[in-house]
């Protein structure tokens, strides 16, 4: 790959991976709600969940999808109700009688919720409409077909060097939110500032 072409492919991974989308609105809930070092697995469950979507993509579901447009519309139903759970699993501490993080509790345990487990963080960027965009436009723009694999390997490591400490960043600032949203009224506050913001990454879906 030649080296203006890595710069910019460079440029891509920090722009899509540091700009708010579902997986980011959500870390930054997680850090809030339960820590960095809690949400590590979600955050881990996103790279490698990423990762295998851009091989998929590469070995051809990309082009399954643009011959066969009744797989596309499935593929933003499925995108939508799923962005839909999470933001009402989101959002429902905020209608909880307890705050979302009680200081009482051993290690500010939540009483309501917890974190995305590895496979579900893995497993949800198959009805993550921007994971879709980015590998999606990172194949279609950075690979040629005489240099798929090595092209399509740059940019999975790309994603992997760069782009998971970024996200990782989300989830930080969220943590350092956690003394802030001790506050009941405040914890009920940011929740649903958040799942309101997870509603408006859908915005993708009808475009």
């Not at 005489?146 to 600032?173: D, E, K, Y």
Request: proline share 8%; hydrophobic share 60%; aromatic share 10%.
């Amino acid at each position: 790959m030649p080296l203006e072409q890595l710069i910019a492919l460079m440029g891509f991974v920090v722009v899509m991976t540091g700009t708010p989308g579902p997986n980011n609105m959500m870390l930054l809930a997680s850090g809030a709600n339960f820590g960095f070092r809690r949400s590590i697995p979600h955050i881990l469950g996103i790279t490698v969940g990423c990762q295998i979507l851009l091989i998929a993509i590469a070995l051809g579901l990309g082009q399954l999808l643009t011959r066969f447009p009744v797989l596309e519309l499935v593929l933003k139903v499925l995108c939508g109700m799923a962005l839909l759970y999470l933001t009402w699993m989101l959002v429902k501490p905020a209608f909880a009688a307890a705050p979302a993080v009680v200081p009482s509790l051993p290690e500010d345990e939540p009483v309501v919720t917890r974190p995305l487990s590895f496979w579900q963080g893995a497993m949800f960027q198959w009805v993550n409409p921007k994971a879709w965009m980015m590998m999606l436009t990172a194949i279609a723009t950075y690979t040629q077909p005489q240099t798929m694999w090595a092209n399509t390997l740059m940019i999975g490591l790309l994603f992997v060097v760069l782009g998971m400490p970024v996200i990782s960043m989300w989830n930080l600032f969220g943590a350092s939110l956690r003394a802030f949203l001790l506050d009941p009224l405040k914890a009920r506050v940011f929740n649903l500032a958040m799942g309101v913001l997870l509603l408006g990454s859908m915005y993708p879906l009808f475009q």
